[in-house]
Antibody, heavy 122, light 110 residues
């Protein structure tokens, strides 16, 4: 059964770069049927799509975050990563990684990691 | 790319049916029948309930159904049960391989 797990620092200082990794187990990240995405949720607020990546390295980003976001993939480790630069308190959130279906399910996030809380504070 | 609009809260008694709306624009919900719905219990990751507007993943109860009319998508929960109490989010494909989520709706079972 496919599982995703986020990892990374739980505390990041303002103006620094937030870096998280999602490890995929029980299946290959190199499947042609899926993209892989990052979604975040500030405390008490709603979900926000950050961006998605294909195993080939093709990326798509939320226009509101595009200038600060980089998503990359390491197929040899079955992992993909998120870098968010110049963070502020507004970037404090639970960060989720998820699988995004290309065809079935079409354009839906069908498997999610448990999420990891990242706090931006000095 | 603005968040899709959902009612903040919806409530119903056990056994009743409720409907959650998700209003977008002609650039997202209105252009693509690619709305998905997620259920999120407190402290848990979201769970996919509906995709492509009205399709249910394997294992999701047929009490959950989805539809779309114009720029508005809807999620209906029939035969409301205590376990359905959760937050629900819609999400739409918005073109150019981008996605936008809804503001979220808290469902309360009275």
């Amino acid at each position: 059964q496919l599982q995703l797990r986020e990892s990374g620092p739980g505390l990041v200082k303002p103006s620094e770069t937030l870096s998280l990794t999602c490890t995929v187990s029980g299946g290959s990240i190199s499947s042609s049927s899926y993209y892989w995405g990052w979604i975040r949720q500030p405390p008490g607020k709603g979900l926000e799509w950050i961006g998605s990546i294909y195993y080939s390295g093709i990326t798509y980003y939320n226009p509101s975050l595009k200038s600060r976001v980089t998503i990359s993939v390491d197929t040899s480790k079955n992992q993909f990563s998120l870098n968010l630069s110049s963070v502020t308190a507004a970037d404090t959130a639970v960060y989720y990684c998820a699988r995004l279906g290309v065809t079935s399910p079409g354009d839906a996030f069908d498997i999610w990691g448990q999420g990891t809380m990242v706090t931006v504070s000095s | 790319q603005s968040a899709l609009t959902q009612p903040a809260s919806v409530s119903g008694s056990p056994g009743q049916s409720i409907t959650i709306s998700c209003t977008g624009t002609s650039s997202d919900v209105g252009s693509y029948n690619l709305v998905s719905w997620y259920q999120q219990h407190p402290g848990k990751a979201p769970k996919l309930m509906i995709y492509e507007g009205s399709k249910r993943p394997s294992g999701v109860s047929n009490r959950f159904s989805g539809s779309r009319s114009g720029n508005t998508a809807s999620l209906t929960i029939s035969g409301l049960q205590a376990e359905d109490e959760a937050d629900y989010y819609c999400c739409s494909y918005a073109g150019s391989s981008t996605y936008v989520f809804g503001t979220g709706t808290k469902v309360t079972v009275l």
